[in-house]
């Protein structure tokens, strides 16, 4: 495997951890007050900004979906539907980059296109950008 190939592995494993930690960590907060798998659904339709996000977050999910069982199935990758599930279960920005590692994994002999240097700052930029914000809504 290249080393651009491990690279993007070890990206897709520090969004899935950061994922993971930044998620549960406001849904075991959650729990603290009541029912999570009721109440939590209740309350992400209590404002138009919630419902937007939610919505904005399910068909991500659809397409995200669609896109992991086509590329499961043309690359040979096993247990799709459980990172389906586990997107369902866990949730989808920790279980979609974990799907990614086990695509680039499969596409490990192939030739990986270099980034051009303006998609690569770009690229860092919006990285940046979402883990400020991140943090802003995780520590409000």
């Not at 290249?2 to 959650?30: D, G, H, M, P």
């Not at 397409?63 to 086509?70: G, W």
């Not at 586990?86 to 680039?104: D, K, Y």
Request: proline residues 3%; contains cysteine; aromatic residues 12%.
């Amino acid at each position: 495997m290249s080393t651009s190939r491990k690279l993007l592995c070890a990206v897709y494993a520090v969004i899935a951890v950061a994922a993971l930690i930044a998620t549960w960590s406001q849904n075991v907060a959650y729990l603290g007050g009541g029912n999570l798998f009721v109440d939590f659904w209740r309350d992400t339709r209590v404002n138009p900004a919630s419902q937007s996000i939610t919505v904005d977050i399910a068909l991500f999910f659809l397409a995200a979906a669609v896109f992991m069982v086509i590329e499961a199935r043309r690359h040979g990758i096993r247990f799709v539907w459980a990172y389906i599930a586990g997107g369902l279960l866990i949730g989808i920005s920790v279980t979609f980059p974990l799907f990614l590692i086990a695509r680039e994994l499969k596409l490990g002999a192939a030739d990986t296109p270099r980034l051009p240097v303006l998609d690569r700052a770009l690229l860092t930029a919006f990285a940046a950008m979402t883990a400020a914000f991140v943090l802003w809504v995780d520590l409000a």
